[in-house]
């Protein structure tokens, strides 16, 4: 993991190295997301000769400033074999990808979105022709977990290694950390597989449920934790939901109608407060430094959760504010030691921080760590005590 590389240093997946100066590469289709693979070809100097769009649908001659053709004819008709970047889902469309792959004129099927492609496919095209590529990659980049960082913080890191209970995590937090600072294309590939995807906060041998469970669900979204608890419980007492965000907090109420949920249209905190709120990304996220925006409310779970009530699960994943969440939490940790899943990937110092915090309040947790998807994200850091 100690490689030495430079300060600034501007990596290229491994797929991007195979497109660039490739010559008979074209796009096919030419939707809204055809223009994004377009967008993301032009960011990595790769040129393609032209468009493929099939008959039926409606084209003109050109599409982005590039020649448009008939695809079925063209790669008919093509002398050479030619290599195709899909401008369509390609796990939508499996049909046209079964029929691709099978073209003798097709020589390689380039995926950009191979992370989608690897959590969500079974494999049923053969794999000979398709090369994916981690649309992921820049999020390396940006969390910034490099060489320095690592080596200026080695002691903590160390400290987060040995604290971790299997060999699993050992090899979980290896392969993320390496992953980073060798800016790698799928770097939890080897301790990741596709169940793992399912078992989001709930992986077997680490996290065991009962009828008891007072669930504290920290970034409820539309509720896609609480369907998968309510799959693997007959029975339980209570469910807090907090979702600060408006647009998904009408979605998550319509969830389940049961007097066990308890819906809180709020942030999870250190204090009782009114942030402002990005809702840039998918999922949106608290922003400190905003001066403008939408607000948000947002508390500590020690003021929210009724003291007589037993909490024993606690789950976050709150876009980067998962420390300020659980120091807001401590009472309530220190007291019931639930079961903890606390999201440990939007900030490169949570995988330090996170696990300081927690052995600093309760130091009998044991801590795991797991991978859920094959990409350096949905990392989960698992805390329980005996």
């Known amino acids: 993991m100690l490689n030495r590389y430079d300060n600034v240093i501007e990596r290229i997946p491994q797929g991007v190295k195979k497109l660039q100066g490739i010559q008979n590469l074209y796009l096919y289709g030419n939707s809204s997301y055809a223009v994004e693979m377009l967008n993301r070809m032009k960011k990595w100097n790769i040129d393609i000769e032209g468009v493929l769009v099939s008959k039926e649908y409606s084209f003109e001659d050109t599409f982005e400033g590039y020649p448009v053709?008939?695809?079925?004819?063209?790669?008919?008709?093509?002398?050479?074999?030619?290599?195709?970047?899909?401008?369509?889902?390609?796990?939508?469309?499996?049909?046209?990808?079964?029929?691709?792959?099978?073209?003798?004129k097709i020589d390689q099927i380039y995926i950009f979105d191979g992370c989608g492609y690897l959590w969500c496919?079974?494999?049923?095209?053969?794999?000979?022709?398709?090369?994916?590529?981690?649309?992921?990659?820049?999020?390396?980049?940006?969390r910034n977990l490099c060489?320095?960082?690592?080596?200026?913080?080695?002691?903590?890191f160390l400290q987060t290694y040995e604290w971790l209970e299997d060999e699993k995590s050992r090899k979980t937090m290896?392969?993320?950390?390496?992953?980073?600072?060798?800016?790698?294309?799928?770097?939890?590939?080897?301790?990741?597989?596709?169940?793992?995807?399912?078992?989001?906060?709930?992986?077997?041998?680490?996290?065991?449920?009962?009828?008891?469970?007072?669930?504290?669900?920290?970034?409820?979204?539309?509720?896609?934790?609480?369907?998968?608890?309510?799959?693997?419980?007959?029975?339980?007492?209570?469910?807090?939901?907090?979702?600060?965000?408006?647009?998904r907090f009408s979605q998550l109420k319509s969830q389940i109608n049961s007097d066990k949920v308890i819906h809180l249209p709020v942030g999870a905190w250190d204090k009782k407060d009114r942030l402002y709120f990005s809702a840039e990304n998918a999922c949106g996220e608290i922003n400190r430094n905003a001066k403008a925006g939408d607000y948000i409310d947002?508390?500590?779970?020690?003021?929210?959760?009724?003291?007589?009530?037993?909490?024993s699960f606690i789950k976050m994943d709150i876009e980067g504010a998962e420390l300020s969440a659980l120091y807001?939490?401590?009472?309530?940790?220190?007291?019931?030691?639930?079961?903890?899943?606390?999201?440990?990937?939007?900030?490169?110092?949570?995988?330090?921080?996170?696990?300081?915090?927690?052995?600093?309040?309760?130091p009998e947790y044991k801590l795991y760590l797991r991978a859920h998807f094959p990409y350096a994200s949905e990392l989960v850091l698992y805390g329980v005590c005996d």
């Open 121 to 142: 496919n079974h494999f049923i095209f053969p794999e000979s022709k398709i090369v994916l590529t981690d649309s992921y990659y820049e999020g390396l980049i940006k």
């Open 328 to 362: 807001g939490a401590k009472e309530t940790i220190q007291r019931n030691k639930p079961k903890l899943a606390i999201c440990v990937y939007h900030k490169r110092e949570d995988l330090i921080a996170i696990p300081q915090f927690i052995k600093s309040i309760a």
């Open 174 to 247: 290896e392969a993320y950390v390496k992953g980073h600072i060798e800016l790698t294309e799928f770097p939890m590939l080897d301790v990741w597989k596709q169940t793992d995807v399912d078992d989001q906060y709930f992986p077997g041998g680490v996290i065991h449920l009962s009828e008891e469970e007072v669930f504290v669900d920290c970034g409820a979204y539309t509720g896609d934790t609480l369907e998968s608890f309510l799959s693997r419980v007959n029975n339980y007492k209570k469910y807090y939901a907090l979702e600060p965000d408006v647009r």
């Open 69 to 104: 053709y008939e695809a079925e004819e063209y790669i008919k008709n093509c002398e050479k074999p030619i290599s195709i970047v899909p401008g369509f889902w390609a796990l939508k469309h499996t049909d046209l990808m079964e029929n691709l792959c099978k073209s003798k």
């Open 147 to 156: 060489r320095e960082y690592y080596q200026e913080n080695y002691e903590l």
């Open 298 to 311: 947002v508390d500590a779970l020690d003021h929210l959760i009724a003291k007589d009530d037993k909490v």
